[in-house]
C-alpha cells in the first residue's frame, strides 16, 4: 500500500471511530453496533502496529490505556474555579436575584437554570482543537493533574469538532462534571462484588475514584462520562454575549450539555425550574444535587462581579438534605484548636444517600439543651453536601426512660485545666495556653494538605512527637532532631530522610498556605489568599491595622477584626519570629510588596469590558502594584477605568467628580506610570 493511501485508510478508521464515539456518548444515538465499533478499531490498532510512525496522541486507540502512569502533579489554574453560594428557598433566591440587580444596574435580569450533575468537577483545557491539560478543581486555584487519564475516557473528546455556528478557539478552558450514570454505578459494583473489589459508596465517589487511578488502563475500563456547563476562558476567538450560547457553542465542539438548559426572562419562572428538578432528580439516571441559575449576559456577569473568589451572578438552588434515623450511643468532646471544646455525637452507624455515618456535630452546649439531646435517643440525622452531618431533632415518643442527660466536663479532657465559659458565649474553652489536645489540633491544621501540606507528617506522627515533647509549637516542626526521628519505633532512617525531606520542602509554599496554616479565627484559604495578594509578607500583615485589612474587597469587619486580633498578640508574633527563624519563608519572593509601591494610595474601581485582558487579572495586576481595588464608587475612589460598554459606575463617576481613565491609561499605570491628575492621592 502507498503511503499516501495508508493514511488516508487511518484517517478514514479515526474519523469513524470519533463521529461513533461522539454518537455514543454525547448524542446517545449510536448509528453503528458495537460490533462494527470493535471491528474498526482493530482494524486501527492492527495498521497502527505494522505502522508505529503513524501513531498519534489524540488516535482512539491511544484512548484506551497504554498510558506512562500519571504522577498527579499539582496546577495552577489560570482562572480560578468558582465555588457558588447556595440559596435553599424561594426568599433567598428572591434576595439574590435584587441583590444581582443593584450590581448589575439594570432593572431586570435574565437567567439560565440547569441541572448541577454531582460528579468531580475539572477543567480541560484544548490547544489547537487538541486536548492539552486535564485538571481537577482542587482548591479552585490549584488542582491535580489528570490528563493521562482523562485521556483515556472514551466520553471525553481528545480533540474538539469543527463547530458550525461558531468560531473554533485557538485555546479553550472547558469546564465540566465527571459523573458516573446510576446504571453504569450499580454494573461497576457488580463486577466489584464478583471479582472480590472493594465497593465504592455512590456513583460520585465511584467517578473520583476512577479518574483518580495510578494507572489510566484502569480508567479507561470505568463507564466515566462528562456534563460541561462552563467555558473557563477563550483565546483566538470572541466570547459570545451570553451563556446560553456558550452552551451552544461547547456543544457543536463534541460535548454533553444539560439539554435542560433553560432560559428565563425575569427570575419569576426560575423558583419553578428549580422545584421541576427535585422532583424529576429521581427519575434520572445521574444524580443531581441542585440545580445552577446563572445571569445569561456575561457583559453584565462582570458588572456584577463577585465577593472574594465567588460569584454574585450565579447561584446554586441546594436540594432539602437527606435524613435518617438512628441511635445516639455517646457523646464525645473534642478540644480544637482555639481551645473550644466541642461535642460530638457517636451514632449507630447508619446509611444516608449511600454514605455510612457514624458521628454528627453537635455544636455546643446551648444546642444539646435546645434540642433536648440524651444519651440513648433515637434522633433523626440530616447530611447536605459535605457539610459535617448534624442531628435534626430527637424522636421523644421512642423514651424509654433509660435516655440520659449530658453534662458538659468542667475540666478540659485533655490536660484537666478547669473549662472557662464567657457570658453571652455557647462555647466553653480551655484556656491553657499549652494544651496538648489544642496544641495537637493545631499541628494538625498546619500540616494538613490545605494548609502547609507536609506529606508523610500525618497526624499521628504529629501527636506522637508532642507526645515527646519534641514539639512545642508548629516552627519545632522545623528543629526536629532527624537522627533521633529514625531512632523511633516504626520508622527508620528512610521514612524519616523522606520526612525531612517534606518538611525543608514545606519551607518555601506560598505564604498564603503559612497565613492560612497559622489557624486564624475564620480565615480559611480564599482568606488566607486575599491576605496574602495584600499584603505579601507576614512582617506587612503584621504591621497592618483593622482598617488596612477590613479595606480588602471580600474581608468583612469581623474577620479583620480577628485578624488584627490575632496579629498583636504577643504570642502570635513571637510565633511568626520565630518560624522566620528556622527560615519558613514569610514573604511571597515574586513580587516586591514593599511600601512604596507605585500605585500605593489610589483606591481604582474598573468597569465595562476590557480588551485586552479581563478584569479579574487587571484587578490582580494593580493590587501587585499597590492600589486598592473596589467594586463601588464614591466620594473616595481616586479614579474609575472603563473599558467598552461601561454603565452606571462610569456616570456615578461623572456625576462625584471622580476621574474617569481609559484602557490606554490603564496600561500606565499597570507600567507603574500615575497619571498627573492622580499624583497627589497617590503619594499619600
Ligand atoms: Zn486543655
Known sequence: MEQTDLQRDVDDLRT??????????????????????????????????EHPELVTAESPTQQVGGYAKSEFGEVAHPRPLLSLSNVYNEADLNAWDQ?????????????????????????????????????????????????????????????????ENFPMPETIEIRGEIYMRKSDFEGLNNRMAESGGKLFMNPRNAAAGSIRQKDPAITAQRPLRLFVYQIGYVTGAPLPATHFECLEWIRELGFTTSLDAERHASVETVWTACEAWLDRRLDLDFEIDGTVI??????LQEEIGYVARDPRWATAYKFPAMQQTTRLLD?????????????????????????????????????????DIRIGDAVVVQRAGDVIPQIVKVIEER?????????MPDACPSCGTPVHREPGVAMRYCTNATCPAQLKERI??????????????????????????????????????????????????KSAENLQAAVEKSRNQPIWRLIHGL??????????????????SLASLLEASADDIADIPGIGGVVATAIHGFT??????????????????????????????PLSGLTLVLTGRLGSMTRPEAEEQLRKLGANVTGSVSKKTSAVIAGAEAGGKADKAQQLGVPLLDEEALALLLEGNVPAALADAATD
Open 16 to 49: 469513524k471511530l470519533d463521529q461513533f464515539a461522539y454518537e455514543y456518548f454525547v448524542l446517545d444515538q449510536p448509528t453503528a453496533s458495537d460490533a462494527e465499533y470493535d471491528a474498526m478499531m482493530n482494524a486501527l490498532r492492527r495498521l497502527e502496529t
Open 99 to 163: 441583590r444581582a440587580i443593584r450590581f448589575s444596574g439594570v432593572a431586570e435580569l435574565e437567567y439560565v437554570t440547569e441541572p448541577k450533575a454531582d460528579g468531580l468537577a475539572v477543567a480541560l483545557t484544548y490547544v489547537d482543537g487538541a486536548l492539552d491539560r486535564a485538571a481537577t478543581r482542587g482548591n479552585g486555584i490549584v488542582g491535580d493533574e489528570i490528563t493521562a487519564n482523562v485521556r483515556a475516557v472514551r466520553a471525553i473528546p481528545v480533540k474538539l469538532r469543527r463547530p
Open 294 to 299: 446563572k445571569v445569561d449576559n456575561l457583559h
Open 331 to 371: 457523646i464525645l468532646i473534642n478540644v480544637g484548636r482555639t481551645g473550644t471544646l466541642n461535642p460530638l455525637a457517636v451514632l449507630e452507624p447508619v446509611n444516608i444517600g449511600g454514605v455510612t455515618v457514624g458521628r454528627a456535630t453537635l455544636h455546643n452546649e446551648d444546642e444539646i439543651a435546645r434540642k
Open 399 to 407: 423514651r424509654t426512660g433509660s435516655e440520659v442527660p449530658y453534662q
Open 444 to 493: 494538625h491544621h498546619f500540616i494538613s494538605r490545605a494548609a502547609m501540606d507536609i506529606d508523610g507528617l500525618g497526624p499521628n506522627l504529629a501527636d506522637r512527637f508532642v507526645d515527646l515533647g519534641w514539639i512545642a509549637d508548629v516552627s519545632d516542626i522545623y528543629r526536629l532532631d532527624w537522627q533521633a526521628v529514625a531512632e523511633l519505633e516504626g520508622l527508620g532512617e
Open 519 to 536: 489557624g486564624i479565627q475564620h480565615v480559611g484559604e480564599r482568606t488566607a489568599n486575599l491576605i496574602a495578594d495584600r499584603f505579601g
Open 568 to 597: 498583636v498578640e504577643q504570642v502570635n508574633r513571637e510565633l511568626v519570629a520565630s518560624l522566620e527563624e528556622v527560615g519558613v519563608q514569610t514573604r511571597d519572593e515574586s513580587v516586591s510588596y514593599e511600601t512604596g509601591r
